[in-house]
């Protein structure tokens, strides 16, 4: 495993958009492996595959409950509302408030290429909407509430 160096805002791959994985070899293996290590070592919640240049559809998240990986991840149901402050390791030194949905329902696949859905409240949904708008080349910094920049 390896420490990534994690891109801030500004560079051209955070805006752009991540193609599908459909390689569930030891290359993704060692891409999770390493951006897992990444977020802890930058004390994060989650990092998405752009963050570190890779543009595929890929994002790990822990909440403080065990890491979640989660590959072509998909927002399939998602309800209510909730808005909070937001930072992001690739945006230094600025929070802002987001509305997120208060539950979503996501399809993706794990490491090896099964399928899995997952259901997500609060801090953890927002989170993983964070990181899939990271996979839609979407930084947060679009979403802070009007006056809030």
């Not at 409950?65 to 909730?82: D, H």
């Not at 208060?102 to 927002?126: C, H, M, P, T």
Request: charged share 30%; aromatic share 6%; proline share 3%.
């Amino acid at each position: 495993m390896a420490i990534r160096n994690v891109l801030k805002m500004g560079d051209p791959v955070l805006n752009k958009k991540s193609k599908t994985v459909t390689d569930f070899n030891e290359r993704l293996h060692t891409l999770l492996d390493d951006m897992a290590e990444t977020m802890y070592a930058e004390d994060g919640v989650g990092l998405a595959a752009p963050q570190v240049g890779i543009l595929r559809r890929v994002l790990v998240v822990d909440i403080g409950e065990g890491l979640i990986e989660l590959i072509n991840p998909a927002i399939i149901e998602s309800t209510g509302e909730q808005t909070d402050i937001e930072g992001c390791l690739s945006v230094q030194d600025f929070v802002g408030k987001v509305t997120r949905p208060q539950y979503v329902k996501i399809q993706a696949q794990n490491r090896y290429g099964q399928s899995l859905v997952i259901e997500a409240e609060d801090f953890l949904a927002r989170a993983f909407c964070h990181e899939i708008d990271h996979l839609e080349g979407i930084l947060f910094v679009e979403r802070v509430e009007k006056g809030e920049k």
